[in-house]
């Protein structure tokens, strides 16, 4: 048997006073790596460095001789180990007893000379693989008296549990350190029998019958396995798992001994498919009565906002429309005032006044459009939707500071049914909105226009379902973002989060107005942290409106 790596490129040491001596050996093992001293003093010195895998050491040399250079290599425990053939010219009685293990006779026979190296270098290699081979068993049969212990313990404190574990109504398997099942109670055992045939779909190895002696690592089979519960852990884990069509909680704590060795683990099985199944019903029962109430208040809400807006719509239209038509006569009158400098100041006083009522006309309008109750039909100019976002973009872009970037990202041709001039209102508010949420470090406004399909989810507005394919209509900003505190008001008519003077609170209520008459709904997304801030308003229009 070869024990040598065919890899590896051995070194040999010479130590001769005779450079002729030393260039034949290199010629004659030129296969090993040389290293050379003509000294002994000197080649002492080297073997300590380079470790040499042999030393061939000639008996007579100037100085040092190769007996004292040998006394001195197996005195030192650095070099000690190395083996040392003898290079002489007549005939040793013993080597072996200097220190050596074999001699190279002079003239050197080339054969002889490899073969005696060779031998030796391979003699040790295979003492060195043995030494580690025994250590290694050593080291095995530790682990093995260890792990001894362990199950020994492992089955004494079993032995112990087991009076109590059988008579438990809940399923209890006990694992060792290895995670193979070591116990398996009868009550775990009717309950895997009850699903063993669904729990075979998922995973055909298993077998209750054979579940002791199992590592529990077979459940990794499972995709939607917790398996954290199936790791090393120190402490009471507990999971609830779909297995065999039910559903299993499982309650797992580690196994010490009395010296706080872990010896494996505990795991409590319950079946708690019923139970899920009603807390499920009793979710949705309460998400269902949830949705009607918001739907209730919203409903209400706008009922009241109605009464009270079209109680005070007509008596205020008619104020407006005597005081505006009593300037639009001053207007007139002007024209006789010969002061130049009087007539440009009630020139400018009318204007106002125009200005003002105007402004007024514009609150009572938004009033009605947010409540619904503008029933008048105007006739709609629908325009390619693609265009008059464009023409918004257009338009806002000088109304925007340098800081603030606007991005579109068109991806649908269709044409959602809404008019333009209100579309266009609807834009305009959302990107003033955004650019006030990024007045102080800037940001971007991004619009969006694609399809969605299989979407499910309530519009914040209305509190209604949503659900099917639609058409969406996005503004997002990375700006401060809106509190979840107050997110669920922000359609509500008057509310508003900006200063006093800054802002009506019926522009995103008439957004909500406008979006709902065209059987629409509005989605937000918002976040208002350090880390993460910034306000989506997803917009949905059906996708069959073209076809209305």
Not at 148 to 165: C, D, E, M, V
Not at 224 to 243: G, R
Request: aromatic share 6%.
């Amino acid at each position: 048997m070869n024990a040598m790596n065919p890899e590896k490129k051995y070194s040999i040491l010479i130590i001769d006073d005779d450079s002729i001596n030393i260039r034949l050996l290199a010629d004659i093992l030129n296969e090993y790596k040389i290293l050379f001293a003509t000294e002994g003093e000197k080649g002492i010195a080297l073997a300590v460095e380079q470790q040499p895998d042999l030393i061939l050491l000639d008996v007579v040399m100037s100085g040092m001789n190769g007996y004292e250079v040998c006394e001195k290599l197996k005195a030192n425990p650095l070099t000690n180990k190395i083996s040392i053939i003898f290079i002489t010219g007549y005939l040793i009685a013993n080597p072996f007893e200097i220190g050596a293990v074999d001699y190279i006779h002079r003239p050197f026979e080339p054969a002889i000379v490899k073969a005696r190296v060779k031998n030796q270098i391979e003699l040790q290699v295979l003492q060195e693989t043995n030494l580690m081979y025994s250590e290694s068993l050593i080291v095995a049969n530790e682990e093995l008296h260890a792990k001894n212990i362990a199950t020994q313990k492992t089955a004494a404190i079993l032995l112990r549990l087991k009076t109590g574990l059988d008579n438990l109504s809940t399923g209890v398997t006990i694992a060792d350190n290895d995670r193979v099942v070591t116990y398996v109670n009868s009550s775990a055992v009717q309950l895997f029998n009850k699903v063993e045939s669904n729990i075979r779909r998922d995973i055909p190895a298993f077998s209750v019958e054979n579940l002791v002696g199992t590592n529990i690592d077979l459940f990794h089979k499972t995709p939607l396995y917790q398996k954290n519960l199936l790791a090393d852990f120190q402490y009471t884990v507990e999971v609830n798992m779909p297995l065999g069509g039910h559903i299993m909680n499982i309650k797992a704590s580690p196994i010490f001994d009395d010296d706080g060795e872990r010896l494996g683990s505990v795991a409590e099985w319950r079946d708690i498919t019923e139970e899920e199944s009603r807390v499920a019903e009793l979710a949705k029962s309460h998400d269902q009565n949830t949705i009607l109430s918001k739907q209730m208040n919203h409903m209400q809400k706008l009922e009241s906002i109605g009464r009270l807006t079209s109680g005070i719509a007509h008596d205020f239209n008619n104020i407006l429309g005597c005081i505006l038509g009593y300037n639009e006569m001053t207007g007139y009158a002007i024209e006789d005032i010969y002061d130049g400098k009087l007539r440009a100041e009630i020139e400018n006083n009318t204007k106002q006044v125009d200005l003002a009522g105007k402004r007024a006309a514009d609150l009572i309008n938004k009033m009605l459009t947010y409540c619904r109750q503008d029933t008048q039909k105007k006739q709609m100019d629908i325009k390619p939707t693609k265009a008059v976002i464009q023409e918004v973009l257009g338009m806002l872009k000088p109304a925007l500071t340098s800081r603030i970037e606007i991005q579109a990202l068109l991806e649908c041709e269709d044409i959602i049914q809404i008019d333009a001039t209100d579309l266009h209102q609807i834009l305009t508010n959302l990107a003033i909105n955004s650019r006030d949420a990024m007045k102080e470090h800037g940001g971007m406004i991004k619009f969006s226009l694609r399809k969605i399909t299989n979407i499910s989810a309530y519009c914040l507005a209305c509190a209604g379902v949503v659900k099917g394919d639609f058409i969406e209509l996005s503004v997002a900003d990375n700006g401060t973002g809106i509190d979840p505190e107050i997110i669920s008001r922000v359609f509500d008519p008057f509310f508003t989060t900006k200063a006093q003077g800054e802002g009506t609170g019926l522009g995103l209520s008439t957004v909500s107005g406008i979006i709902h008459q065209s059987n629409g709904h509005i989605l937000i997304h918002s976040k208002s942290t350090k880390e993460h801030h910034g306000t989506t308003f997803r917009m949905l229009f059906p996708c069959d409106s073209l076809a209305d």
